[in-house]
């Protein structure tokens, strides 16, 4: 069996368009894949001070490669990288070696927070005091930091590694907790509302699978070896992951009906300020300041 353009060894078989390709033909697929839908998308404009939220993992590599090889080409917005060290111990300290050696050999500026001095403490430290889940913690924390770093650099669009599977996931189980209107903030360009407060995330690589980015990556030399958070097979999202496998349906309805979501939820969500922080949110106080108020008090 050959690849579907030429006569060399194929490296992947595309299950959804049932073709297989070659390392050159992949490489070309995935690369158009992901510029278009930059561009269908508007996802990157002229003068945009562009941010990867780069974990060190296939995923943020790909995309922080890919960005690198869209900016030296159209010259036209700066990039910069952003990490946030939650201190899991025996991963991101691994994953961070490989974002920081990336970018030092690609003359990216990587700057890194952490949750120890932005909250006081680890995440592994901070779950010995609580019994929630771990990602019922972290990922307030993380969006939270993300975007209140970001400004404060003065970015204007946050680039993130979600893909296919992540964006299927996620709208299933929004449907399962009937929260249409959280689903209307998703897309390759989140959000309902501009507002200054909150920083543009854009995804790039929306259309693409974790196989086929994992297969760029190995391919490429942006890893050698998965790592997947410790943590990931106790979260909701694991289950519904394992549920799901009609991702690009699933993905190509929701797409049809997303400006339709938008619209319907533009003038039913009212933004406001947190007490505590500041920081922009839909209650009087945001979810990270409850749960750091919470960790106080254990």
Do not use: W
């Not at 699933?250 to 406001?272: A, C, G, M, R, W």
């Amino acid at each position: 069996m050959t690849c579907k353009n030429c006569l060399e060894k194929p490296v992947i078989n595309l299950i959804n368009n049932n073709i297989k390709l070659c390392k050159k033909h992949f490489n070309k697929y995935f690369e158009k894949k992901v510029f278009k839908t930059i561009k269908d998308y508007k996802l990157i404009g002229k003068n945009d001070k562009v941010a990867v939220g780069l974990s060190g993992g296939k995923f943020s590599l790909t995309l922080l490669s890919l960005l690198l090889k869209l900016k030296n080409k159209i010259k036209i917005f700066d990039l910069e990288a952003i990490a946030i060290d939650e201190g899991i111990k025996g991963y991101r300290d691994k994953t961070l070696d490989n974002a920081i050696k990336y970018c030092g050999e690609n003359n990216v500026r990587l700057n890194i927070f952490s949750y120890k001095e932005e909250f006081g403490n680890t995440l592994d430290n901070f779950l010995k005091k609580s019994s929630m889940k771990a990602c019922s913690m972290c990922g307030p924390f993380r969006r939270y930091l993300l975007n209140k770093k970001s400004k404060e650099l003065g970015f204007t669009k946050l680039a993130t590694g979600h893909n296919l599977d992540d964006e299927a996931q996620t709208i299933m189980m929004n449907y399962f907790r009937r929260n249409l209107e959280t689903s209307a903030r998703l897309g390759p360009i989140t959000g309902i509302l501009k507002d200054k407060r909150f920083i543009k995330r854009i995804k790039p690589l929306y259309f693409l699978t974790e196989k086929e980015i994992a297969t760029y990556a190995f391919l490429n030399n942006l890893i050698n070896e998965f790592s997947e958070c410790p943590h990931s097979s106790d979260s909701y999202r694991g289950d519904v992951r394992d549920f799901l496998n009609k991702k690009h349906s699933i993905i190509t309805s929701f797409i049809e009906i997303l400006p339709l979501l938008k619209e319907h939820f533009k003038n039913t969500l009212e933004l406001k300020n947190c007490k505590i922080c500041d920081e922009p949110c839909s209650q009087e106080i945001c979810q990270t300041c409850k749960i750091v108020e919470i960790l106080k008090k254990r």
